[in-house]
């Protein structure tokens, strides 16, 4: 699996962006899909993730109320809408792939596929 992310860009504090995670390769139906972000000089942190149907999604506290996750496997892609957007929202966003998909509030190391990230930058 592939994924490559992108909708990234700079943004003032208040606003919304839609970020895209198109995937190649294997069933993108079979995953479930998460996405993390990593500020700099942080550890990766998780953001939300949703159930290879989309009909169950979970959320980090920091996120729930602002940012929707999404999916359409039609078109093989997740997103992740973000709204009211902070200056702590600043950082690398990164989608991921689970195969197991056993729960939505898997460790980061259950992560079998990552994309190459892109990058938020919320003005204050």
């Known amino acids: 699996v592939q994924l490559q992310a992108s909708g990234g860009g700079l943004v003032q504090a208040g606003d919304s962006l839609r970020l895209s995670c198109a995937a190649s390769?294997?069933?993108?139906?079979?995953?479930?899909m998460g996405w993390f972000r990593q500020a700099p000089g942080k550890e990766r942190e998780f953001v939300g993730a949703?159930?290879?149907?989309?009909?169950?999604?979970y959320y980090a506290d920091s996120v729930k109320g602002r940012f929707t996750i999404s999916r359409d496997n039609a078109k093989n892609t997740v997103y992740l809408q973000m709204n009211s957007l902070k200056p702590e929202d600043t950082a690398v966003y990164y989608c991921?792939?689970?195969?197991?998909?056993?729960?939505?509030?898997?460790?980061?190391?259950?992560?079998?596929?990552w994309g190459q990230g892109t990058l938020v930058t919320v003005s204050s």
């Open positions: 390769g294997r069933s993108f139906s079979r995953y479930v």
């Open positions: 949703i159930s290879w149907s989309g009909g169950s999604t």
């Open positions: 991921a792939a689970d195969f197991k998909g056993l729960r939505l509030d898997a460790p980061i190391f259950e992560y079998d596929y």
